[in-house]
């Protein structure tokens, strides 16, 4: 979930008031670097270290947005104010994030994007404290905690400062420090997060046309081999082998290539996620069953079919073990990726967190303690009985209590849904394969099995080739204000304005046009 700025906690001002009260300044690890040698007084490195280390438990644990920011990141917000302050958190980070935490990645990306927008001169100065370079990735004694941290952090503020900026900090050493890790394959971890930092930084255009030329001039194209991990047993090279994959087919493209989508053979796939109905930043992959998001937001998605009735089934392979909410919604079901709502945090959608061990429904969990915390490799398994009215979840055979809550306010109109966070990744069976732990207890449909879409629907095109479509196709005149495609046929209430289709409106808390809070939506005769 996607914090709250510290702006609103009462124990701000006591923080400060702390926090400005520094320690002179302190030899680490038997030296002090050009940086720390200048007249500016620390906070003692041990606080620091701690306080992240709070944020990554609180981090992990946390289910409320709508509390306020824990103290520890009121804290942090405080030393990063400052630019030495700011250096010390990134030095932290790099330094005590765990490798083997599931939620080290994602906590990385919450506490820059909740702390103070740092220069591009603060940025320059930690790559250099950091003495990033082709040597250092190349080196036989490689820290693979350190430099996977180091990775995961230019990732995020390349995130954080598009344009003129992110071309400044993206220097010569850091360019060859990423591009050196995509060549020399002994280490996934750290491979995988280079790759996502160079897609990050490729949000500008000038980088991306300088990373394009530099992958380019290699004897093999390093993503052409690392797409190549894209089915792997291993889940750590499978993530390597997707991001290579979806970057190669919109970022890093290659001439006389041909796009993955066109080589897809989806002739037995009757449903798949629905890349007309997801939030902006999921990347999907070309046969639609597989899905992953790299940004810091809460990216969801639904199916492409609609039960109303009868018990159906499907199943979600566990790539990453992060925080991950699948399970049902309808269609109205409102997902805002900015805010941290997902499925399961409305009344019109239901889901599992196998992370955090929770069921999710309007926005409140409830603790699961007869389940392990899943794990790469595990099957989640999800059912909705509409005759029984219950759903029910398990892992890898193991189920929970059936819960009901959601047909008090939702009884037809239910789509496979997932919402995600930072740095996860979910691969679905929708009825394709033969299931791994199917329900015994009941008889049950597949939508593989009753869906159908034509082969246009099938299509999951890079994003670019879709928006370049929308720009070049014709506009009708009953075509929805926001997404152009589909036909305007709601009313919001009370305010009365129109011109919005089903499928936006479901997304809509308040009217785009007035911003009056919706209460309902009509639908009007078209």
């Known amino acids: 979930m996607k914090f709250k700025t510290m702006g609103g906690c009462c124990c701000s001002k006591e923080v400060q008031e702390e926090a400005a009260h520094v320690p002179d300044l302190q030899e680490t690890n038997g030296s002090v670097t050009e940086t720390q040698t200048r007249q500016t007084k620390f906070v003692d490195p041990k606080v620091v270290d701690q306080l992240v280390l709070d944020m990554l438990t609180v981090a992990a644990s946390r289910t409320d947005t709508d509390e306020e920011s824990p103290v520890s990141l009121v804290k942090l917000h405080v030393i990063a104010d400052k630019e030495e302050g700011w250096i010390q958190m990134v030095s932290s980070m790099v330094n005590v994030i765990p490798l083997e935490d599931p939620f080290g990645p994602t906590a990385i990306s919450i506490l820059l994007d909740d ?48 344009g003129p900026n992110s071309v400044a900090i993206l220097t010569e050493d850091t360019l060859q420090y990423l591009l050196a890790f995509l060549t020399n394959e002994e280490e996934p971890r750290i491979v995988l997060f280079a790759l996502i930092a160079l897609e990050k930084f490729a949000h500008t255009t000038e980088n991306k046309l300088i990373i394009k030329s530099r992958l380019e001039k290699n004897e093999e194209h390093p993503l052409l081999k690392l797409e190549k991990h894209n089915h792997s047993d291993n889940f750590v090279w499978r993530q390597v082998g997707f991001c290579a994959n979806w970057a190669l087919d919109n970022l890093f493209t290659i ?34 069953l597989e899905a992953r998001c790299d940004s810091y937001s809460f990216e969801s998605v639904r199916c492409t ?68 915390a899943w794990k790469p490799g595990d099957i989640l398994g999800c059912l909705i009985d509409l005759n029984r009215k219950e759903v029910v979840f398990s892992l890898n055979g193991r189920k929970l209590y059936p819960c009901k809550e959601i047909f008090d306010t939702t ?80 009313v919001l209430e009370p305010c009365g304005h129109r011109g919005f289709c089903s499928v936006c409106t479901s997304q809509l808390k308040d009217c785009p046009l007035c911003r009056a809070d919706i209460i309902s939506i009509k639908r009007q005769d078209t």
């Open 255 to 288: 001439e006389g290539r041909t796009l993955s989508y066109m080589l897809e053979d989806m002739s037995q796939i009757n449903a798949l996620l629905n890349c007309h109905d997801v939030s902006e930043y999921l990347q999907m992959s070309s046969n639609g």
């Open 411 to 490: 009884r037809y109109g239910f789509f496979a849904a997932a919402s995600f966070m930072a740095y996860q990744q979910c691969m679905f069976n929708f009825g394709l394969e033969k299931f791994k732990y199917p329900p015994t207890d009941r008889k049950f449909s597949a939508f593989n099995d009753h869906a159908h879409l034509t082969d246009d629907e099938k299509k999951v095109i890079p994003r670019r080739i879709y928006l370049e479509q929308l720009r070049c196709s014709s506009v009708r005149e009953d075509s929805c204000q926001l997404c152009f495609d589909e036909t305007a046929s709601c």
């Open 115 to 162: 702390c103070p927008l740092p220069s591009k001169e603060s940025v320059i100065k930690v790559t250099q404290l950091f003495d990033l370079s082709h040597e250092r990735a190349t080196s036989e004694d490689l820290n693979i905690r350190t430099e996977r941290n180091i990775c995961v952090i230019l990732g995020c503020i390349a995130e954080k400062l598009v």
């Open 305 to 372: 079919f609609q039960v109303d009735n009868g018990c159906w089934y499907y199943e979600a392979t566990i790539i990453t073990s992060g925080v991950m909410q699948i399970g049902w919604a309808t269609k109205n079901s409102h997902y805002l990726n900015d805010e941290g709502y997902g499925i399961g945090d409305d009344l019109y959608s239901l889901s599992y967190d196998g992370c955090r061990r929770l069921v999710w429904y309007n926005a409140k969990p409830v603790p699961i303690s007869q389940l392990p």
